[in-house]
């Protein structure tokens, strides 16, 4: 299914640069993610016995009564009984915004702490490397890695740790005839 939400999500973009509203339709999107990390909420959108115009109801009145693009959104999602899909769309719009505005995300694994200006560093390095603007990185600890740092953006890993390499090291020891 993880086509349908990045239709969804890709549509939803489309109109809002269209209608060049996309940074408002970000920020109530962001903000439909947080509320739909409630499990409470999530059951209560995936009751069956909750009819169609229950639900629309509900979504827009914790999302603030929004108008036009949003609140055609909701109603169409609604009324496609896709609520369940609203996590997957959300994180799909909010990486496809990015991309839009030449951003990518990424986790960033350490082997030791790193201060933000590293960071900083690592991460115009990483953006110079794949051709965008900026990258935004989250940063995460990992011993395992013995020294230096692995990222991963969009799919792509970039290993510049000390376990990676020991590990192209063997993998080519066992490559070579004997």
């Known amino acids: ?12 973009l489309a109109c809002a640069l269209a209608q060049k509203v996309d940074g408002e339709v970000a920020r109530r999107i962001r903000e439909l993610d947080e ?15 909750l009819g169609k115009e229950r639900r629309l109801t ?15 959104f909701l109603a169409l999602v609604v009324e496609r009984r896709r609520e369940e899909l609203l996590p997957a769309i959300c994180r799909d719009f909010c990486r496809l915004h990015l991309e839009s ?25 990483l953006a110079r490397q794949l051709g965008v603007k900026k ?19 969009g799919g792509r890993l970039f290993d510049a740790s000390a376990a990676g390499r020991l590990d192209e090291l063997r993998r080519r020891l066992m490559s070579l005839p004997l």
Do not use: H, S
């Not at 299914?1 to 939803?12: P, T």
């Not at 505005?101 to 390095?125: H, K, N, S, Y």
């Not at 600890?141 to 740092?149: A, K, S, V």
């Open 1 to 12: 299914m993880a086509l349908l939400e990045r239709k969804y999500a890709g549509a939803l």
């Open 35 to 49: 509320l739909l990390r409630r499990p409470d909420l999530r059951r209560l959108l995936a009751d069956p016995r």
């Open 58 to 72: 509900l979504l827009l009145r914790l999302t603030g009564e929004p108008e036009g693009l949003f609140r055609n």
């Open 101 to 125: 505005r030449g951003t990518r995300e990424g986790e960033l694994e350490t082997a030791r702490p790193l201060d933000p200006q590293e960071v900083d560093r690592l991460a115009g390095a």
């Open 135 to 153: 990258v935004l990185l989250t940063v995460r600890e990992n011993p395992g890695l013995m020294g230096g740092i692995r990222a991963t953006i």
